[in-house]
């Protein structure tokens, strides 16, 4: 789900050598400091939006910005506007949470079915109990959300200093899928409203609106959550690029281009190896940096994301689980429900595809460096030696983002996620069968004890 093929390109005249990224699936590009307007850019305004929807709804404080390296935190009237909308979300928490108990929610248990409206209860209740996590959370964490903000500005400071090159990312995703996530959530407010015959309360259109925010606003959290991955993922890469270029192979590249007349359009050989101390130095105290940078958003996210993936699971396994029902069922088809159902399931698909592909990119990148290092092209031991010390420190620290350690997220697991649906769709498939034979079965005792009863009261009375 996060963007596909990048490359990289280098333009101006730069300070110092910088090599070249022969990579095709990672986009860094790389512009001169001399190119740029004068208004500093950096990441934020590639985040905006998002920034903007988390700071308004409380889930980001309100920091002030000091420059384009430096953010500071809220003042006090800022902090007071997030006392109060922390508020008015825990006051509306309680008041689902006693709707949901006290039974002012039972208009929207349309299904006839107790399996199903049980299953539908819960969902609910995952849904209030995953917001308010986030929410408390991003309000515990608030000064390490801004701490990983700032360190990630101060290694893009330190960049731009070294080589003199601002790195871009791409992260016109999260417009794509905030659009996204907006659509389904009013669309399904939609869909529940015409479901319900009857005319609905007060209470059933607040249940129904605020769960629908909550879910939404839970599943933006998830696309910042994968932004702060993906800047990772981005710096990793450069900083992988520059080592490659200190490779075996790029130096064998480096001779050939020596022994031919240079044309125009060729790019520009790797550095010499006369500069790798000064820049794997460089390198690997940013990697360290950016290592620190994984850990803290690894450990401010983790149980946000645990919550989070566990209600996303049970949402997508009651969804199939509806599609199975009405597919299946004697009964007409309710195209409400079914569309209900492909919205809820693209809407948690999508979520969980892109936080495992942002995740598995930042993890591959940063046990990449290590890898490459080991193929660096030396004829010296002040080479030797500056790669075993790295190699000696990273071999025991393989990175891995989990989810508050119950489980790794990567690549693999929204396969794993599907896998499970899958068992526990079989169970739920079964419980609906047992409730139906119960229910075929006490039909079926009272035709059958209805005769004998009106045979027996006649012998009664002549007994009698």
Known sequence: ????????????????????????????VLNDATTRTPKMKNFLNDITSILFILKATGLMPLYETVSAYELAPPKT?????????????????????????????????????????????????????????????????SKAFLKILNETLKVDEEIKGQFSATITNDCGFAVKFIILILVFQWYIVLLKILLINEPLTVTSYIIICVY???????SIFIVYSSILLRLLSVRFAYLN??????????????????????????????????????????????????????????ESCSLILVVYMGYAFYSITTTTYNLFVQITTQVE??????????????????????????????????????????????????????????????????????????????????????????TYLVILIQFKQL????????????????????????MNETTQ
Request: proline share 4%; charged share 15%; aromatic share 12%.
């Open 77 to 141: 009237l800022n902090r007071l506007y997030s006392i109060v909308v922390h508020f008015m979300v825990h006051a509306m928490t309680i008041f689902n949470m006693y709707n949901l108990f006290s039974g002012g929610s039972n208009q929207l248990f349309y299904s006839y079915r107790e399996t199903d409206n049980i299953n539908y209860w819960i969902e609910i209740l995952l849904c209030i109990v995953t917001y308010t996590t986030t929410v408390f959370m991003c309000s515990k964490n």
């Open 435 to 458: 409730e139906e034979s119960k229910t075929e079965g006490l039909v079926g005792q009272t035709t059958t004890t209805s005769p004998i009863s009106l045979h027996t009261t006649p």
């Open 241 to 298: 690029s520059i080592i490659n270029g200190y490779t075996y192979k790029e130096q064998q590249k480096s001779r050939k281009f020596r022994t031919r007349i240079p044309s125009k359009d060729q790019t520009a050989p790797p550095p010499p190896m006369s500069n790798f101390p000064e820049d794997s130095l460089f390198a690997f105290r940013m990697y360290n940096k950016l290592l620190r940078l994984y850990k803290s958003v690894n």
């Open 212 to 218: 629908s925010i909550q879910n939404a606003l839970s």
């Open 333 to 422: 088809m309710s195209l409400n429900v079914l569309q209900i159902c492909f919205a809820l399931l693209l809407s948690h698909t999508a979520m969980l595809a892109l936080l495992s592909r942002c995740s598995g990119e930042a993890t591959d990148q940063a046990n990449l460096t290590s890898q490459i290092l080991a193929r660096v092209y030396e004829k010296s031991k002040e080479y030797q030696n500056i790669v075993d010390k790295f190699l000696t420190k990273s071999i025991k620290q393989e990175m891995q983002f989990t989810a508050y350690g119950f489980f790794v997220i990567d690549n693999s697991t929204l396969f794993k996620i599907f896998s499970a649906v899958t």
């Open 1 to 28: 789900m996060c963007p596909g093929p990048l490359s990289v390109t280098m333009k101006g005249t730069k300070m110092k050598p910088s090599p070249i990224l022969q990579r095709q699936t990672d986009t860094i």
